[in-house]
């Protein structure tokens, strides 16, 4: 499918991407704005779900977090959540610039960290007409205590304050595998699936992903709550996908969560894991989304 490469700049750091136009637009259209969760990179299957929003007339601008891939900024490797969030307010603007795009027609697809982002992002910003969130971390804090052993937390708060000790006299920030095969290791995201996931798909798809994020970024996680703007979102229409075994981001979290959203509002539950939405699930994800999108954006 046509894409062209972009970037542009959030306020500093320069974002880099595609741009997808939507298939058979008849002058300016509606435009997804999407950006990937913790640690990966754009090719980690976005440009597929790009390709099915294109396809059915959507415009797409698909670019890669601060600090990783293509995109600028430092420290790499370091995912600091509301960075990410005000990159897609800065992401909205550039594609409002576009003459390809409609700015009154922007909807915003977050998934997993990023799923939490675009909670946030359709609360505050007003510019966002649909917002889809797949697999979200709704808290950090609860989330953590889902996937950490109480025993082992104390050992994290150590390792954190470690951390800003050092960086405050100039040493680098320490680092910490996104994943790793041994249960045994500390990881950021420490579950099997996630091993599998992320070590299959960059080996088949994305080589830039690297096993590492800063020790800050964790900190950072546990800290953030975007599910407390989901009150906020309404009148913006709100779809949330969620993962029926999903223990990455519990699903019994989000689906609490999106309680305390208002209407207008719809919450899907797809069988299988938090990884399923990206392949074995692709079609029903991303099917949904795009439905969501046409209906939402509509003129």
Same mark, same amino acid.
């Given at each position: 499918m046509d894409r062209r490469d972009v970037e542009f700049d959030a306020e500093g750091t320069m974002l880099r991407g595609w741009f997808y136009p939507g298939a058979d637009a008849a002058g300016p259209a509606a435009t997804v704005?999407?950006?990937h969760g913790f640690s990966a990179v754009k090719e980690m299957y976005l440009d597929s779900f790009a390709e099915v929003f294109a396809a059915a007339g959507l415009n797409v601008l698909v670019y890669d977090n601060r600090n990783f891939g293509a995109s600028d900024g430092e420290p790499r490797?370091?995912?600091?959540?509301?960075?990410?969030?005000?990159?897609?307010?800065?992401?909205?603007?550039?594609?409002?610039? $576009?003459?390809?795009?409609? %700015? %009154?027609?922007?909807?915003?697809?977050?998934?997993?960290?990023?799923?939490g982002h675009v909670l946030m992002v359709g609360a505050i910003d007003r510019r966002v007409k649909a917002v889809v969130c797949q697999v979200p971390m709704v808290s950090g804090h609860d989330n953590m205590r889902a996937l950490v052993r109480a025993d082992l937390i104390a050992g994290f708060r150590s390792a954190f304050e470690g951390?800003? %000790?050092?960086?405050?006299?100039?040493a680098a920030p320490a680092?910490?595998?996104?994943?790793?095969? +041994?249960?045994?290791? %500390?990881?950021? $995201?420490?579950?099997?699936?996630?091993?599998?996931?992320?070590?299959?798909?960059?080996?088949?798809?994305?080589?830039?992903?690297? +096993?590492?994020?800063?020790?800050r970024s964790v900190e950072m996680f546990t800290e953030y709550e975007p599910g407390t703007y989901l009150p906020w979102i309404s009148p913006t229409p709100l779809l949330m996908l969620v993962a029926r075994e999903d223990h990455l981001t519990p699903a019994e979290l989000a689906i609490a969560a999106f309680q305390r959203a208002n209407e207008p509002r719809r919450l899907v539950i797809m069988p299988g894991g938090h990884f399923d939405a990206y392949v074995k699930g692709f079609e029903a994800s991303s099917s949904a989304a795009r439905d969501w999108f046409t209906e939402h954006l509509s003129p």
């Open positions: 704005v999407m950006a490797q370091e995912i600091d959540p509301w960075a990410q969030a005000r990159d897609y307010r800065h992401a909205i603007t550039y594609a409002g610039s $576009l003459p390809e795009v409609d %700015a %009154a027609r922007i909807g915003i697809w977050g998934s997993s960290y990023s799923g951390d800003r %000790a050092a960086r405050y006299t100039g680092m910490v595998p996104v994943v790793s095969e +041994n249960p045994m290791v %500390a990881a950021a $995201l420490p579950t099997a699936d996630s091993f599998q996931w992320f070590t299959e798909t960059a080996a088949d798809r994305a080589p830039s992903w690297r +096993n590492e994020v800063t020790v």
